[in-house]
């Protein structure tokens, strides 16, 4: 079966530009993750997907994040403006349903640099 | 929220020896995951464990879920070049009613590099 797709693999953008992310999951998963990992840690979660409502996007900074999934399938994720601190590699990741933690796929990531 | 510490922080072995790591909690957890993180990839599950005292292997991988279900062990034996690599431990949030929702918490990682 096709992984998760995600696109572009790599960006630098100067800041306060925007900047946007693509993701599209594994046919059928129907709860899409948005992680964010910084260099020399763990992925942290951004927001969480079921179809196409927000499970939780509690750690989401929502005066410059965004993100959508609006046909339940493919989602994107925008940061406008950009800072600094925002250079991490955004992955995405799917699974079947919610509870459903060992049956997570990650994509490769997109390396975001902010200069 | 929760969070997992990892440690050691890097490990450099040579080819064969054994590993091992460990992660602690200062919450309980109700499954343990062992991800492997190969460079300008995405983390990959190596080990999933759902009750506490599991010991679980998966070829030259084995991890045990600890008894208090605030730490898990990995332990890798033999160790080859293709074992190089992050490896993170993660673990489910869980709601009011003790229910996962899918959010994973990860530990900051090792960093495992073997020289041949």
């Known amino acids: 079966e096709a992984g998760v797709a995600q696109s572009p693999r790599y960006k630098i953008i100067e800041k306060r530009q925007s900047v946007a992310f693509w993701c599209n999951p594994i046919?059928?998963?129907?709860?899409l993750y948005w992680y964010q990992q910084i260099l020399g840690q763990g992925p942290k979660l951004l927001i969480q997907f079921q179809n196409n409502g927000v499970v939780d996007d509690s750690q989401l900074p929502k005066d410059r994040f965004s993100a959508e999934r609006l046909k339940g399938v493919d989602s994107t994720l925008k940061i406008q403006p950009a800072k600094l601190e925002d250079s991490a590699v955004y992955l995405c990741?799917?699974?079947?349903?919610?509870?459903?933690?060992?049956?997570?796929?990650f994509g490769s990531g997109t390396r975001l640099t902010v200069v | 929220g929760q969070q997992l510490n990892q440690s050691p922080q890097s490990m450099f072995i040579q080819e064969g020896e054994d590993v091992s790591m460990n992660c602690t909690s200062s919450?309980?957890?109700?499954?343990w995951l062992w991800y492997k993180q190969d460079p300008g990839e995405g983390p990959v599950l190596l080990i999933a464990?759902?009750?506490?005292?599991e010991l679980t292997s998966n070829g030259r991988l084995t991890a045990q879920f600890g008894i208090t279900r605030k730490d898990s062990f990995l332990n890798i034996s033999a160790s080859i070049p293709s074992d190089v690599g992050i490896y993170f431990c993660?673990?489910?949030?869980?709601?009011?009613?003790?229910?996962?929702?899918?959010?994973?918490?990860f530990g900051q990682g090792t960093i495992l590099t073997v020289h041949p």
């Open positions: 990741a799917s699974s079947l349903g919610t509870g459903l933690v060992n049956g997570y796929t």
């Open positions: 993660a673990g489910p949030e869980v709601n009011a009613g003790g229910t996962s929702y899918g959010k994973l918490t």
């Open positions: 464990l759902y009750k506490a005292g």
């Open positions: 046919s059928g998963h129907a709860t």
């Open positions: 919450s309980i957890f109700n499954t």
